[in-house]
């Protein structure tokens, strides 16, 4: 997975690439803000960021701000700052990071809240994937509409040789079809059975 690594100081930069090439990551360095933004906005492959508080010309927290308003999906940010105080834990989250790292960092935490960082992104690129799934198959199933037929007490759905079959349709793929609601036999018999009692 490409992360994004952006840092003024050129020492602490080389350190950090060895260690992410050493751990199998490949990196896009930057040396400053305004360079690792423009590498946001033209790089799709770009998930995590590792970015220093302070930066020439946009520092890493108005760094995080544009990414967060940009609404670029999935994407994780760690800052890592010398400032190691609780204050700054809670500026950096809520501008928008998700995780903060003081200087000096312990380069195990680090390896580990990398690996965080992946699997969160992972997770979130998988989700984004299955609610595309998922409303591409209601728009497939609304299209289908007039050939369907669904039973409005269980939602089973008339097949072509009138046989009715359970299903899970989506709440509001249903609500959007009172035209082809119907009741199934067995709702029908049940129903009578109930008014026969009373």
């Known amino acids: 997975m490409k992360i994004l690594l952006a ?19 490949d990196a ?28 020439p010309e946009i520092n890493g927290m108005e760094l995080t701000r544009r990414i967060r308003e ?12 010398a400032r190691g105080a609780k204050e700054s834990l809670i500026d950096a989250l809520d501008a928008g990071a998700d995780d903060f790292v003081s200087k000096p960092f312990d380069r195990e935490i680090l390896q580990a809240r990398l690996k965080v960082a992946i699997r969160t992104v992972e997770l979130q690129s998988y989700l984004i994937r299955r609610i595309a799934d998922a409303e591409g198959s209601v728009g497939n199933l609304k299209q289908l509409r007039p050939f369907l037929t669904v039973c ?20 509001e793929l249903i609500a959007d079809m009172p035209d082809v609601m119907k009741i199934c036999p067995d709702c029908t018999e049940k129903m009578e059975k109930i008014k026969a009692q009373a």
Not at 7 to 25: E, H, M, P, S, T
Not at 38 to 51: F, H, K, P, T, Y
Not at 152 to 171: A, R, S
Request: charged share 25%.
């Open 70 to 81: 940009a609404n670029i999906t999935p994407f994780y940010i760690i800052l890592i700052t």
């Open 28 to 55: 896009v360095p930057t040396s400053n803000g305004a360079e690792a933004w423009e590498m946001v906005q033209n790089d799709d492959s770009l998930r995590i960021a590792l970015l220093d508080w302070f930066m």
């Open 7 to 25: 840092d003024d100081d050129a020492i602490i930069r080389q350190v950090l690439l060895n260690l992410l090439g050493k751990w199998g990551y």
């Open 152 to 171: 409005n007490m269980c939602q089973k759905i008339k097949d072509v040789h009138d046989d009715w079959h359970k299903t899970e349709l989506p709440e």
